[in-house]
């Protein structure tokens, strides 16, 4: 299932949805989608995966944003630098924060994007232990 499709779900069941995602040169800046709202932000392409984005570090922006509109969940799908602000953003406003991890479909994922992911996860729920203690 890809990230679009519970995003759609969610919208569907009457949730109000926001996607923030990295800017793609074949993706319009218009809301395409009648179930939820995205908001483009910057990214650099990845060498090798013309369709993917690196989504790059808008820790102020979205603290603005949600200071405008606060969410009630902060939802993290790739825990790359954009996801990493996001999770910076959403503590820094008292906001709960809770994450996966997605593949594309199109190629198999290598070893060390496990290991990463898992690193990734255990630093941020061992982050969460020493903040509640």
């Known amino acids: 299932m890809t990230f679009g499709v519970i995003a759609r779900e969610f919208g ?5 949805v926001t996607v ?3 800017w793609r040169p074949d993706l319009s800046g218009a809301d395409d989608h009648p179930e ?5 932000l910057p990214g ?7 369709l ?4 790059l570090p808008a820790r102020h922006r979205l603290v603005k944003l949600w200071r405008a509109a606060r969410p009630d969940l902060v939802h ?3 825990e ?10 959403a503590r820094s406003l008292r906001l709960p924060v809770n994450s996966s991890f997605h593949l594309s479909g199109q190629e198999p994922a290598a070893p060390k994007t496990f ?6 996860s255990s630093s941020y729920e061992m982050g969460i232990d020493k903040h509640e203690k």
């Open 76 to 78: 993290v799908a790739t």
């Open 36 to 40: 939820y709202r995205e908001v483009a």
């Open 12 to 16: 569907r069941r009457k949730h109000e």
């Open 20 to 22: 923030y995602r990295p």
């Open 44 to 50: 650099l392409p990845l060498p090798g995966y013309p």
């Open 80 to 89: 790359g630098p954009l996801g990493a602000s996001a999770v910076s953003a």
């Open 115 to 120: 290991l990463c992911c898992f690193l990734l």
């Open 52 to 55: 993917m984005r690196l989504g």
